[in-house]
């Protein structure tokens, strides 16, 4: 799948209050890690207390796999109070969704937009452990390309 030449990107400028649960739970915790980050502080136990809340603690590590492949090059994520979803947002949840919902190669594509193949490999096996560790705990993410509820803008 080519994720060049896409006529919109799925979320672009979505309300980040206005997300499904999983989803709005991966950008929440990815703020959070992006703030330790920049602030040097640990960023796995802050996320690892973030997502325990819905009982996703599993997922911390892989998404600090997957935040530190996609920091490599420069990463721009919100703070945790915009409002919108912004820079590699809507494409670390398009990643993501197509990661947990069966479509990989998909979600290869998209992490190739921004780093080599062998990195990309890695962080969607990285994913795709996020994505299991988000079904366990009950929270499926939504389909990207179907958009019956209207938060995906």
């Known amino acids: 799948m080519a994720t060049t030449g896409l006529p919109r990107w799925p979320w672009t ?26 602030t040097g502080t640990p960023a796995l136990p802050a996320i690892r207390h973030l997502l325990a809340t819905e009982d996703a603690g599993d997922a911390a590590e892989p998404l600090d796999r997957l935040l530190r492949a996609l920091a490599q090059s420069p990463l721009t994520v919100g703070c945790p109070l915009c409002p919108r979803l912004v820079g ?41 452990e996020l994505g299991c560790a988000f079904r366990r705990a009950g929270l499926r993410f939504a389909d990207p390309w179907n958009d019956t509820n209207g938060t995906m803008q």
Request: charged share 25%; glycine share 2%.
């Open 13 to 38: 400028n979505a309300e980040a209050e206005a997300l499904p649960a999983a989803e709005r739970l991966a950008i929440d915790a990815a703020r959070a890690w992006a703030r330790a980050a920049r």
């Open 88 to 128: 590699e947002e809507p494409a670390l949840l398009l990643a993501l969704a197509c990661a947990q919902r069966g479509p990989r190669r998909e979600a290869l594509a998209c992490l190739l937009r921004r780093m080599t193949p062998w990195d990309a490999y890695a962080a969607t096996a990285a994913a795709i």
